[in-house]
């Protein structure tokens, strides 16, 4: 199985790039709240910025915990 994974994992050094260039870049402080990926900020797409999307989201997550037996706080 490990073979199968391979494309999709990355080495810990690699990984770890974004994070520790986001933690410590000079331009940090400028992308508050945005996303970044192989050390650049990218913005999301269309759905992920879609507020009508999110909440029909909120709501199919909402319902089907409901079906569950999980309780709203």
Do not use: I, N, Q
Request: neutral net charge; charged residues 25%.
């Amino acid at each position: 199985m490990g073979t199968l994974l391979t494309p999709f994992t990355a080495d810990v050094a690699k990984a770890a790039e974004t994070v520790v260039w986001t933690a410590t870049a000079t331009e940090s402080g400028k992308f508050t709240g945005e996303y970044v990926k192989g050390c650049k900020v990218v913005h999301p797409s269309k759905d992920a910025r879609d507020a009508e999307l999110a909440a029909r989201l909120w709501d199919a997550t909402e319902a089907l915990l409901a079906g569950r037996g999980a309780a709203r706080p």
